[in-house]
């Protein structure tokens, strides 16, 4: 039994000076600013392509609210946001939400695939490649809606003149 508590006592020694040497506290600090740069630049990035597209930059900062704003640039109406919250449906809906938004700023499926896997390096070539915000078309699921209440108005006003006449 001692041979076990030796061991652990040995480990957490051995952990005890790893963690306080000089040397790894520079490699976490270094690894921790890079981190906060990258984050930083990807902030920065959003928050201008959210300006572009008629939206406060700010929106990029709150929680749940980016999201929504996201949304929004996509070309989707508000209804698509809670879709977000599944955690199941989380990967797809912004895979779908990224190549929207890539399509929104006249640039590719391809282009939103690397902004889906590398937000961190396609965010910033988005912001400085000087792409305009094209006000998307409506979505594949609201054409639909539209077109449906397009016939339903049709039929009505057909109704009228008949009674009319």
Same mark, same amino acid.
């Given at each position: 039994?001692?041979? *076990?508590? &030796?061991?652990?006592?040995?480990?957490?020694?051995?952990?005890?000076?790893?963690?306080?040497?000089?040397?790894?506290?520079?490699?976490?600090? *270094?690894?921790?600013?890079?981190?906060?740069?990258?984050?930083?630049?990807?902030?920065?990035?959003?928050?201008?392509?959210?300006?572009?597209? &008629?939206?406060?930059?700010?929106?990029?900062?709150?929680?749940?609210?980016?999201?929504?704003?996201?949304?929004?640039?996509?070309?989707?109406? %508000?209804?698509?946001?809670? *879709?977000?919250?599944?955690?199941?449906?989380?990967?797809?809906?912004?895979?779908?939400?990224?190549?929207?938004?890539? /399509?929104?700023?006249?640039?590719?499926?391809?282009? %939103?695939? %690397?902004?889906?896997?590398?937000?961190?390096?396609?965010?910033?070539?988005?912001?400085?490649? &000087?792409?305009?915000?094209?006000?998307?078309?409506?979505?594949?699921?609201?054409?639909?809606?539209?077109?449906?209440? &397009?016939?339903?108005?049709?039929?009505?006003?057909?109704?009228?003149?008949?009674? /009319?006449?």
């Amino acid at each position: 039994m001692e041979g *076990i508590w &030796g061991f652990v006592k040995g480990l957490a020694e051995k952990m005890v000076a790893f963690v306080t040497d000089p040397r790894t506290v520079l490699v976490v600090f *270094i690894f921790l600013a890079f981190l906060f740069l990258v984050s930083l630049l990807t902030v920065i990035s959003k928050w201008r392509l959210y300006n572009k597209a &008629g939206f406060p930059g700010w929106a990029c900062l709150v929680p749940f609210y980016n999201d929504y704003v996201l949304v929004r640039v996509a070309g989707f109406s %508000g209804w698509y946001f809670p *879709i977000t919250l599944v955690p199941s449906l989380d990967p797809y809906s912004f895979f779908v939400l990224q190549v929207l938004v890539a /399509r929104a700023f006249g640039k590719s499926i391809l282009f %939103g695939v %690397g902004l889906y896997a590398l937000p961190v390096v396609f965010y910033p070539i988005l912001w400085l490649s &000087g792409a305009e915000y094209q006000h998307p078309k409506l979505s594949l699921i609201e054409r639909p809606k539209k077109m449906l209440l &397009g016939m339903i108005n049709k039929i009505k006003s057909q109704k009228q003149i008949e009674r /009319r006449d």
